[in-house]
């Protein structure tokens, strides 16, 4: 039976990244013994998230060792000088490798990976990505795969949130020391510069409910709420605008996080508390979904805009900034505006309003049907096989 192991910064809390890790985990658990390295606390523990509880996972809760200070002073003076002042080659990248995962960190994680005895590694997530290729020579011949969840311009464009242009490079390098690299869609694959990648769509990862009945009119956009990443900001700067030629649509926000206090700022100043709602993250999304007419994806950026798989799988038209994923996923079905455009939003809400509502619906779930489970996990089997006996 092949060992496989995903190393993730958490399993046990709410988010898209961690819902998608834990529905190919359990399926694959059905023929594969599973291992989850998460950073979680092991008091955090709790398998009814995701419904962990129903699969043969392992766990193992992994800390990183402190590192004395005067290793953290020599290790920050060299990360500062990659950054920005050392030519920035394979050596130097290296050696940064190193600098930004100091020696004690690098072999603790390094020895819990190696105990596993594991046929593959998957770090989810670039930046674990990376440490997992720094541990490259300490796990012999397993397996390594790293997992990207976010765009390449969202990782590495000039307003980055992550990493930032000013380490694309190091990352590009350490990343094509892995075995593979999966990414989410065609338009990232294109943009790194080595071969070792694979593009393996995320699945819809919940049972949809009841289809919508396309009468409640109502918008629904779904999502943490993060620093700028999902763009409510805009969402309700462009609903104030469509509210003053409507006045019968409502809009729902599902979601929690430090930006709420701005939402709720902004609904009040606009004088939109009877049409703009907020919920906290729910485990029964799929009442939203089913109580909605349209969706609205307003993201400044996406690894994989799932909610729109999920969306779509309920019935729902979808109103898109035009993010290279969300064409690759929806093409011609989704109604587009230009990113960060809070006018061209408002004129596709409206327009949303008076579209051929049972048509779209019925397109929508056709491509739902594109990413479902079954189609993805056998991507991710042949992935693990081909790794397995290439040993």
Known sequence: MKRICFLTDSIFSFGGVQRV???????????????????????????????????????????????????????????YLYRKVLPQIRL????????????????????????GHYDAIVGVHAPLAVRLATCRKALGGTRLI??????????????????????????????????????????????????????????????????????????????????LHKGFDLLIEAFRIFANEDKDWTLDLVGEGVEEPMYRRLIGRYGLEDRVTIHPFTTRIQDYYSQAQVYVLS??????????????????????????TSEEIMGDFGLYYINGDVNGLARRMLEATRIDWPSKSKEAMAIARRFDLGSIIRQWRQLLDASVSSK
């Not at 294109?190 to 009841?210: A, E, M, S, V, W």
Request: glycine share 4%; aromatic share 14%; proline share 6%.
């Open 21 to 79: 890790t834990a529905v190919i985990a359990k399926e694959l658990a059905k023929d594969c013994d599973v291992t989850i390295v998460t950073l979680d606390r092991e008091e955090a523990k709790d398998t009814t998230f995701y419904d962990l509880s129903r699969s043969d996972i392992h766990y193992r809760f992994f800390a990183y060792p402190p590192t004395p200070a005067w290793k953290l002073w020599v290790c920050k003076a060299y990360s």
């Open 92 to 115: 130097t990248s290296d050696w940064y490798a190193h600098s930004s995962f100091p020696s004690e960190k690098r072999r603790a994680l390094a020895n819990e990976l190696a105990d």
């Open 299 to 324: 993201s400044r950026w996406e690894g994989f805009g799932l909610v729109l798989v999920e969306a779509m799988a309920h019935g729902l038209p979808v109103v898109s900034s035009n993010l290279p």
């Open 146 to 227: 790293g997992w990207i969840h976010n765009s390449y311009e969202a990782l590495f464009g000039k307003q980055s949130l992550y990493i930032g242009p000013e380490l694309r490079k190091h990352y590009e390098w350490q990343l094509e020391k892995l075995d593979k690299t999966v990414v989410l869609c065609h338009d990232d694959a294109r943009k790194y510069p080595f071969d070792n990648l694979q593009i393996i769509y995320n699945p819809l990862t919940l049972t949809p409910g009841q289809p919508s009945a396309g009468t409640s009119k109502k918008f629904l956009a779904v999502g943490r709420f993060s620093r």
